[in-house]
């Protein structure tokens, strides 16, 4: 089972980051649902503190409560991902997506399908693709049969 990242553990790779002498740190949330970690907050607050400039980037499935999406900074770049088989209500994560886009840098939106289900994504694409920098990737080569 994967595990967050300590905070302990999180404070010695900063710790390297600074001794680095490097004026500009880019910092990237990803791996699994960043926004499932329960100290990304304190995490990026403990950035701010340790380096002057700074650029954050967030990899997410914006797949959450507005409570939790709300929560992004607005200094932070975001690239959201859909995967067709794990979000129920489209209009309920399009919300969230704009709501993004709005209040952070929206990069880009990755459409993530199977062959079966490339048509809803195709419509979501023709619905959106004016108002996003959305992409559609099909994904049945990396799953095993």
């Not at 999406?69 to 979000?87: E, R, T």
């Not at 309920?92 to 997506?97: E, L, Q």
């Not at 886009?101 to 023709?126: K, P």
Request: hydrophobic letters at 40%; one cysteine or more.
């Amino acid at each position: 089972m994967r595990q967050h990242m300590s905070l302990d553990t999180f404070g010695k790779v900063i710790e390297f980051i600074k001794a680095q002498g490097k004026p500009n740190v880019h910092f990237h949330f990803y791996g699994g649902e960043a926004l499932l970690h329960p100290d990304i907050w304190v995490m990026t607050e403990f950035l701010r503190e340790n380096f002057q400039n700074i650029q954050f980037k967030l990899s997410t499935n914006l797949n959450h409560p507005y409570e939790v999406i709300s929560k992004i900074p607005s200094d932070f770049n975001v690239f959201a991902s859909l995967h067709s088989d794990f979000v129920s209500d489209y209009m309920d994560w399009f919300a969230n997506v704009k709501w993004v886009q709005t209040n952070c840098s929206l990069r880009e939106v990755s459409l993530m399908t199977q062959e079966r289900n490339i048509g809803e994504m195709i419509v979501l694409y023709e619905l959106w693709h004016d108002q996003l920098p959305v992409t559609i990737y099909p994904i049945d080569q990396y799953i095993e049969k």
